[in-house]
């Protein structure tokens, strides 16, 4: 797949080379609390449709969170600058997802073309995330919706990637939640969670039936943040 795109000047990391590697986190143990976690603070904060409904994920990557959107019912569109990735998401969830080449700073979509715009651990990696923020609130609909997922710099996990200059993190451009809350406020009101898997299923909490699915704490280190335009 050829894209017209050049990462440089537009992420602060080239994700091309770690492309074949990126969805090895998601079969570790770790990997799969996180995500489990992750995806129910979605769920919580987003939901599913409730009538046919497009959406637009920027920075999709290997095409993992696409896939989850589609699972859920959305008609889903994938873009990436990376064609290394964006390879792997086309040959996964092809079929599920429509996949294409594209800059977040310069969302190649009309006006009000989507119902929900998501941006999922992508918005820490790029040159200019206000600018792709204004992109992503035009090419959402008045009261469509727009989706953060993001690497929280206040939780300690991160703050120890960080501090130990791990990559890709260390490249990146972690937000607190504070931080995050005041990029997306102009836009609209914001809800937001960040549930530490450690606490969802670790030795604090053995009983499911004990997570309070309202719990919108903010300590884990994924920010899922909704935003209404
Ligand atoms: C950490 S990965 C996240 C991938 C996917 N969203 C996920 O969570 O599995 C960040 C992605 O953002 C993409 N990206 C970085 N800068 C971009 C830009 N300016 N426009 C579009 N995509 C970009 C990278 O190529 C990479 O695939």
Redesign the pocket.
């Known amino acids: 797949m050829s894209s017209p795109?050049e990462?440089r000047g537009?992420?602060?990391?080239?994700?091309?080379p770690l492309?074949r590697e990126?969805?090895r986190w998601?079969a570790t143990l770790d990997g799969m609390k996180h995500d489990a976690t992750q995806k129910a603070d979605v769920l919580r904060i987003l939901g599913r449709p409730c009538a046919p409904s497009r959406l637009l994920?920027?920075?999709?990557?290997?095409?993992?969170?696409?896939c989850f959107f589609a699972s859920l019912g959305y008609i889903v569109t994938g873009?990436?600058?990376?064609t290394n990735?964006?390879e792997i998401a086309c040959k996964t969830h092809g079929r599920s997802v429509d996949c294409c080449a594209?800059?977040?700073?310069r969302l190649p979509f009309e006006d009000a073309s989507f119902d929900v715009a998501a941006?999922?651990?992508?918005l820490?990696?790029?040159?200019?995330p206000a600018g792709?923020l204004r992109e992503m609130a035009r090419c959402v609909r008045t009261g469509g919706h727009i989706l953060i997922?993001t690497l929280n710099r206040a939780a300690p996990l991160n703050r120890r990637r960080l501090a130990e200059g791990k990559q890709?993190y260390a490249s990146?451009h972690l937000l607190s939640p504070n931080a995050l809350r005041e990029m997306l406020q102009p836009i609209g009101p914001v809800r937001m969670a960040a549930s530490d898997p450690d606490r969802v299923f670790g030795p604090e909490r053995p009983d499911r039936s004990s997570w309070d699915p309202l719990d919108t704490s903010t300590e884990g280190p994924f920010i899922v943040a909704v935003v209404q335009r």
């Open positions: 795109y990462t537009h992420s602060l990391v080239d994700f091309g492309a990126y969805n998601y994920d920027v920075g999709c990557g290997t095409g993992h969170w696409s873009m990436d600058l990376s990735m964006l594209g800059n977040a700073n941006a999922m651990a992508t820490e990696f790029l040159a200019d792709a997922g890709p990146g």
